[in-house]
């Protein structure tokens, strides 16, 4: 089965936040808690300017949360690829938030118990994509097979988000160089 | 998750204490402010969806409302929006907050204790209503009608600023009746009303494949489409990745929609129109114009070519007051002179200035001299805010006024101060003018001395602290009413789709219950309690507007009209001024409605307007006075508190201010004074003043931030997350540091919207900063973006 993934646009993201505010609608989740988050950095290849990052679960081949769960709580699903959290087997202690390096497991404090993003599951089981993707002003969000993403975006150099050794599936496609009069 | 890391963000989790603490309350019923949090979710979606539409920003975005027991569940876009591709921002979807929040005004309230001091009783709308009317009365016959003054701000809608209040203005006879605009946008509309005849949404172009998203040059001037308008924008950036049109962004910060640019040029603020002016010469000595569209279509441009050549406005002379290169400035007139398709998006960092409307029209004949006018994906943009859609009570009805004491409210601060040139007594204000009018201290002044102030909004905000009486006010899906203005004409109708809260009621219910009271129902009716009445029968007047009636409206599937539709079944208006078009409804026939049917950039009617003020019709070069370079400014020779002259431009009679242009203004303290403040819109996720009441908003922007470059933070020892003070010659202001690149170095940026009340972060507003005077003489458009200022770490 395929892996399914977000494909983010650096070129195209404006740092809104509407990502952010579909998620938390869409899966009522209360302050503090984020399933993704816009990030506003030093862009890496300009110095001086700055980028904004939505940062979000990256799906990763080894995920290091998983690793991590003393209850093995988190499975990464054969069917998309997907990392869940089962929330019945929980325990709420948090080793899955401290291990992932990208900073993007986010907890319930209410229920105790990790939560994170599944490419909106509900929503794709009745015909719907992932809430952020749908709002996104910017069309900086896509997300499918990840091999499919890849082919969509083949001329645009890809970002090595994979600091960690975990395969992340998460695309982020590289800033447009700016154009020169001609 | 990780740390938060934009400007305004806070660095610790501490943030939402208040929101926490709310989250001990029952979650299942009642008013909590965390709404939607672990609010049931019985499916992905409501089982009833409502189109409806975002009552927010100018973006005027489509949605659909899902609704379950009669209360509004979730939201989305309208994927059937070719506008908008079914795409929002946060603020929308924010409003699932407001319309739940504990925060809300719920029934109206009279005050018990002093002015600003915020104690209130409740009290029934009958009380509430009947005391006020009386209250009006005894100052209507004390110092006549026209001492009431109303200010309507863009969150109670057009259906109470140009419907309901506009006829209680005219029934009880004052015209000091205003909304935002002129803090916003008269500048561009008077440039358009003057160049082309009619303001229509810019000139006229409209956002589709063919037509704005299909330029291949975008010059942004003090436009941050990003994060003014992110999905107008975001629908644009995308088209223009696309097709590789390039996109330059002029403007003192690295905005966001900088950040998405191939070119960022840091203009010095107030300078745009000495850019302008730079280009015209370049533009006019190259011979780089195009001829025959000059002499078919543009009027006085000979004249325009020989004062800006015998003033030697040359890119040279612009580069110090610019601070872009000579070279820069050519090369960029060249390209845009060059490309067919290419579009200027400018709008508040222009218009906010005292010389907005003649850098607007400067910036006009830079697009008319080289034919980028009339044409798909070539024009100039500028939300531009008067509608035809003024409601008009019978002649006899009126009541014989005085003028106007000033096109801006800011002009009536004075007013209400030292009863000059006649006294305000009394202000009905809607919005947040304790946030967001210029120079806090003098409007705190004032307004101790009204007899009267009633203030109808949402959520209880610094400006309710000064009322005697606080009116709870229902809004967008709460009430039904259409969109803020549309840059490209789009009406949205806003469908009804749950009830208000409480006792809260539409805006217009209130001007028509207060009316009742004065003898106004036969005319401010009861039946336009319904906004379809209301916007049908009382709205529609113009021609233009026939054809776009409420069910036509609620029942377009895109969920707009763009206007003007002549008739009842005509089809919806696309760009405008194309070549062998008229302008609809024109009777003269022309495709410019101008008196010449010709883009007029100077003719000698023209230069008799601008003379009553002191100024030419050729636009020379002025800035504002407080500022580090010592340049041209205007000095008042009838100012605020005189009489002045009766204004020409505008259609109900108004006093004005009279200047003269002067070499460099005298007494302008730059030795305690060394900055330069810029204010403005803060990110995405605010607007205005209301969004700092809803608790997600504070997740993404909390605290009132100061925009610092880091190597003049260095120099006055500032660090991101400092506390720091803000001084101008009017007041003092704290925000904390946020220390980036992307400001020019002698610049501090503060965002507008906070006040001393809000309930998660209050902060002092910037406005405590920024002065009344001078604003810009024919417009009286205030200046939010440039003043002289001091930094430093508290």
Same mark, same amino acid.
């Given at each position: 089965?395929?892996?399914?993934?977000?494909? &983010?646009?650096?070129?195209?993201?404006?740092?809104?936040?509407?990502?952010?505010?579909?998620?938390?609608?869409?899966?009522?989740?209360?302050?503090?808690?984020?399933?993704?988050? &816009?990030?506003?950095?030093?862009?890496?290849?300009?110095?001086?300017?700055?980028?904004?990052?939505?940062?979000?679960?990256?799906?990763?081949?080894?995920?290091?949360?998983?690793?991590?769960?003393?209850?093995?709580? &988190?499975?990464?699903?054969?069917?998309?690829?997907?990392?869940?959290?089962?929330?019945?087997?929980?325990?709420?202690?948090?080793?899955?938030?401290?291990?992932?390096?990208?900073?993007?497991?986010?907890?319930?404090?209410?229920?105790?118990?990790?939560?994170?993003?599944?490419?909106?599951?509900?929503?794709?089981?009745?015909?719907?994509?992932?809430?952020?993707?749908?709002?996104?002003?910017?069309?900086?969000?896509?997300?499918?097979?990840?091999?499919?993403?890849?082919?969509?975006?083949?001329?645009?150099?890809?970002?090595?988000?994979?600091?960690?050794?975990?395969?992340?599936?998460?695309?982020?496609?590289?800033?447009?160089?700016?154009?020169?009069?001609? | 998750?990780?740390?938060?890391?934009?400007?305004?963000?806070?660095?610790?989790?501490?943030?939402?204490?208040?929101?926490?603490?709310?989250?001990?309350?029952?979650?299942?019923?009642?008013?909590?402010?965390?709404?939607?949090?672990?609010?049931?979710?019985?499916?992905?979606?409501?089982?009833?969806?409502?189109?409806?539409?975002?009552?927010?920003?100018?973006?005027?975005?489509?949605?659909?409302?899902?609704?379950?027991?009669?209360?509004?569940?979730?939201?989305?876009?309208?994927?059937?929006?070719?506008?908008?591709?079914?795409?929002?921002?946060?603020?929308?979807?924010?409003?699932?907050?407001?319309?739940?929040?504990?925060?809300?005004?719920?029934?109206?309230?009279?005050?018990?204790?002093?002015?600003?001091?915020?104690?209130?009783?409740?009290?029934?709308?009958?009380?509430?209503?009947?005391?006020?009317?009386?209250?009006?009365?005894? +100052?209507?016959?004390?110092?006549?009608? %026209?001492?009431?003054?109303?200010?309507?701000?863009?969150?109670?809608?057009?259906?109470?600023?140009?419907?309901?209040?506009?006829? $209680?203005?005219?029934?009880?006879?004052?015209?000091?009746?205003?909304?935002?605009?002129?803090?916003?946008?008269?500048?561009?509309?008077?440039?358009?009303?003057?160049?082309?005849?009619?303001?229509?949404?810019?000139?006229?172009?409209?956002?589709?494949?063919?037509?704005?998203?299909? @330029?291949?040059?975008?010059?942004?001037?003090?436009?941050?489409?990003?994060?003014?308008?992110?999905?107008? $924008?975001?629908?644009?950036?995308?088209? /223009?990745?696309?097709?590789?049109?390039?996109?330059?962004?002029?403007?003192?910060?690295?905005?966001?929609?900088?950040?998405?640019?191939?070119?960022?040029?840091?203009?010095?603020?107030?300078?745009?129109?000495?850019?302008?002016?730079?280009?015209?010469?370049?533009?006019?000595?190259?011979?780089?114009?195009?001829?025959?569209?000059?002499?078919?279509? +543009?009027?006085?441009?000979?004249?325009?070519?020989?004062? #800006?050549?015998?003033?030697?406005?040359?890119?040279?002379?612009?580069?110090?007051?610019?601070?872009?290169?000579?070279?820069?400035?050519?090369?960029?007139?060249?390209?845009?002179?060059?490309?067919?398709?290419?579009?200027?998006?400018?709008?508040?960092?222009?218009?906010?200035?005292?010389?907005?409307?003649?850098?607007?029209?400067?910036?006009?004949?830079?697009?008319?001299?080289?034919?980028?006018?009339?044409?798909?994906?070539?024009?100039?943009?500028?939300?531009?805010?008067?509608?035809?859609?003024?409601?008009?009570?019978?002649? %006899?009805?009126?009541?014989?006024?005085?003028?106007?004491?000033? /096109?801006?409210?800011?002009?009536?601060?004075?007013?209400?101060?030292?009863?000059?040139?006649?006294?305000?007594?009394?202000?009905?204000?809607?919005?947040?003018?304790?946030?967001?009018?210029?120079?806090?201290?003098?409007?705190?002044?004032?307004?101790?001395?009204?007899?009267?102030?009633?203030?109808?909004?949402?959520?209880?905000?610094?400006?309710?602290?000064?009322?005697?009486?606080?009116?709870?006010?229902?809004?967008?899906?709460?009430?039904?009413?259409?969109?803020?203005?549309?840059?490209?004409?789009?009406? #949205?109708?806003?469908?009804?789709?749950?009830?208000?809260?409480?006792?809260?009621?539409?805006?217009?219910?209130?001007?028509?219950?207060?009316?009742?009271?004065?003898?106004?129902?036969?005319?401010?009716? %009861?039946?336009?309690?319904?906004?379809?009445?209301?916007?049908?029968?009382?709205?529609? /007047?113009?021609?233009?507007?026939?054809?776009?009636?409420?069910?036509?409206?609620?029942?377009?599937?895109?969920?707009?009209?763009?206007?003007?539709?002549?008739?009842?079944?005509?089809?919806?208006?696309?760009?405008?001024?194309?070549?062998?078009? +008229?302008?609809?409804?024109?009777?003269?026939?022309?495709?410019?409605?101008? !008196?010449?049917?010709?883009?007029?950039?100077?003719?000698?009617?023209?230069?008799?307007? $601008?003379?009553?003020?002191?100024?030419?019709?050729?636009?020379?070069?002025?800035?504002?006075?407080?500022?580090?370079?010592?340049?041209?400014?205007?000095?008042?020779?009838?100012?605020?508190?005189?009489?002045?002259?009766?204004?020409?431009?505008?259609?109900?009679?108004?006093?004005?201010?009279?200047?003269?242009?002067?070499?460099?203004?005298?007494?302008?303290?730059?030795?305690?004074?060394?900055?330069?403040?810029?204010?403005?819109?803060? !990110?995405? !996720?605010?607007?205005?003043?209301?969004?700092?009441?809803?608790?997600?908003?504070?997740?993404?922007?909390?605290?009132?931030?100061?925009?610092?470059?880091?190597?003049?933070?260095?120099?006055?020892?500032?660090?991101?997350?400092?506390?720091?003070?803000?001084?101008?010659?009017?007041?003092?202001?704290?925000?904390? @540091?946020?220390?980036?690149?992307?400001? /020019?170095?002698?610049?501090?940026?503060?965002?507008?919207?906070?006040?001393?009340?809000?309930?998660?972060?209050?902060?002092?507003?910037?406005?405590?900063?920024? !002065?009344?005077?001078?604003?810009?003489?024919?417009?009286?458009?205030?200046?939010?973006?440039?003043?002289?200022?001091?930094?430093?770490?508290?």
């Amino acid at each position: 089965m395929p892996q399914l993934a977000l494909m &983010i646009d650096l070129a195209r993201c404006i740092g809104c936040g509407s990502c952010e505010a579909a998620c938390k609608l869409e899966h009522r989740l209360g302050p503090g808690q984020f399933r993704t988050r &816009i990030l506003t950095l030093p862009r890496p290849d300009e110095p001086g300017r700055i980028e904004f990052v939505k940062a979000v679960c990256q799906q990763c081949e080894r995920p290091a949360c998983m690793r991590a769960c003393g209850a093995n709580a &988190i499975t990464k699903r054969a069917s998309d690829g997907i990392v869940v959290v089962d929330p019945e087997r929980c325990t709420g202690c948090q080793e899955c938030v401290r291990a992932c390096p990208y900073g993007v497991m986010s907890f319930d404090p209410r229920y105790q118990r990790a939560d994170k993003c599944t490419l909106c599951v509900e929503r794709r089981e009745v015909g719907l994509g992932p809430a952020c993707a749908a709002v996104c002003p910017g069309h900086a969000i896509s997300w499918g097979p990840v091999e499919e993403l890849r082919a969509r975006a083949a001329d645009r150099p890809v970002r090595d988000a994979d600091h960690f050794g975990l395969s992340p599936a998460t695309i982020y496609l590289e800033h447009v160089p700016a154009r020169v009069p001609a | 998750m990780r740390t938060p890391t934009g400007p305004g963000q806070r660095t610790d989790e501490g943030v939402l204490r208040a929101a926490w603490r709310a989250l001990r309350r029952d979650l299942t019923g009642g008013r909590v402010e965390t709404f939607p949090y672990s609010a049931p979710r019985e499916g992905v979606l409501g089982p009833e969806e409502i189109r409806s539409g975002c009552n927010i920003c100018f973006n005027s975005c489509t949605t659909r409302v899902y609704r379950r027991d009669g209360k509004a569940v979730t939201m989305t876009g309208n994927p059937d929006d070719p506008v908008t591709g079914g795409h929002l921002c946060p603020k929308s979807q924010f409003l699932m907050q407001m319309y739940y929040s504990e925060h809300r005004l719920l029934f109206p309230q009279r005050r018990t204790g002093r002015r600003g001091e915020g104690r209130f009783e409740r009290v029934s709308w009958d009380e509430a209503l009947d005391e006020l009317a009386a209250r009006l009365s005894l +100052v209507r016959d004390r110092d006549g009608p %026209e001492a009431l003054a109303v200010f309507t701000g863009s969150r109670s809608g057009l259906l109470a600023l140009d419907g309901a209040a506009e006829l $209680f203005c005219q029934l009880w006879g004052t015209p000091n009746h205003s909304g935002t605009n002129p803090f916003c946008g008269t500048g561009p509309d008077l440039a358009f009303q003057m160049t082309q005849g009619v303001e229509a949404g810019g000139s006229g172009n409209i956002f589709a494949e063919d037509d704005l998203w299909a @330029a291949d040059l975008y010059l942004f001037v003090g436009d941050n489409m990003a994060e003014t308008r992110p999905v107008n $924008f975001g629908q644009l950036n995308d088209r /223009r990745l696309r097709r590789g049109a390039r996109l330059v962004v002029i403007d003192p910060r690295e905005t966001a929609t900088a950040q998405k640019a191939d070119e960022w040029l840091p203009i010095r603020p107030g300078a745009d129109l000495a850019l302008a002016l730079a280009w015209l010469h370049h533009l006019f000595a190259r011979e780089l114009v195009d001829r025959g569209f000059l002499a078919n279509w +543009v009027e006085g441009h000979e004249q325009v070519r020989e004062f #800006v050549l015998a003033r030697g406005y040359s890119p040279e002379w612009a580069e110090p007051i610019t601070e872009i290169p000579a070279a820069t400035i050519r090369r960029l007139g060249e390209e845009y002179a060059r490309t067919p398709r290419a579009v200027i998006f400018a709008n508040r960092g222009l218009s906010q200035h005292s010389n907005s409307l003649q850098t607007f029209r400067a910036l006009l004949m830079v697009a008319a001299v080289t034919g980028h006018w009339g044409r798909k994906g070539a024009g100039v943009m500028a939300i531009t805010s008067d509608l035809p859609i003024k409601a008009e009570a019978p002649p %006899e009805r009126r009541p014989a006024t005085r003028p106007r004491v000033r /096109r801006s409210p800011a002009g009536w601060i004075e007013a209400m101060r030292s009863g000059r040139p006649y006294p305000i007594r009394a202000l009905l204000m809607t919005g947040n003018p304790l946030s967001l009018w210029p120079d806090q201290a003098a409007l705190r002044e004032g307004l101790s001395n009204l007899d009267a102030i009633a203030h109808i909004e949402l959520f209880p905000s610094e400006s309710s602290a000064w009322a005697d009486f606080l009116l709870p006010a229902a809004t967008g899906i709460e009430a039904g009413e259409i969109n803020r203005y549309a840059e490209d004409r789009r009406i #949205v109708w806003i469908e009804k789709v749950i009830d208000p809260p409480g006792e809260a009621r539409p805006d217009y219910w209130i001007w028509i219950e207060l009316g009742k009271r004065l003898g106004f129902a036969d005319v401010l009716k %009861e039946e336009y309690k319904d906004p379809v009445r209301l916007w049908d029968e009382a709205m529609r /007047r113009d021609p233009r507007m026939r054809g776009l009636s409420a069910a036509r409206l609620r029942g377009s599937p895109t969920g707009w009209l763009r206007w003007p539709i002549l008739t009842e079944d005509g089809p919806g208006a696309e760009t405008l001024f194309l070549p062998g078009t +008229v302008y609809p409804g024109d009777p003269g026939g022309r495709r410019f409605p101008t !008196p010449s049917g010709k883009l007029e950039l100077w003719t000698p009617a023209l230069e008799e307007t $601008f003379k009553q003020y002191g100024l030419s019709a050729l636009p020379e070069f002025y800035t504002e006075p407080e500022q580090l370079l010592p340049l041209p400014t205007i000095e008042y020779v009838a100012g605020d508190g005189e009489e002045g002259v009766l204004s020409p431009v505008w259609e109900t009679p108004c006093l004005a201010g009279v200047v003269r242009i002067v070499a460099e203004p005298p007494g302008v303290d730059r030795r305690h004074y060394d900055m330069e403040l810029i204010t403005g819109r803060p !990110p995405t !996720p605010h607007f205005h003043s209301w969004t700092h009441w809803l608790w997600q908003a504070q997740e993404q922007c909390a605290d009132l931030f100061a925009h610092l470059h880091p190597d003049r933070a260095a120099a006055l020892g500032i660090r991101t997350g400092d506390r720091v003070r803000i001084e101008s010659p009017r007041g003092a202001i704290e925000a904390v @540091a946020w220390v980036a690149p992307g400001i /020019r170095p002698s610049a501090v940026y503060v965002p507008l919207g906070w006040d001393e009340r809000q309930p998660y972060h209050p902060w002092r507003p910037v406005n405590w900063l920024m !002065p009344r005077e001078p604003r810009c003489p024919v417009s009286d458009q205030a200046n939010f973006k440039m003043s002289l200022c001091r930094v430093s770490r508290v």
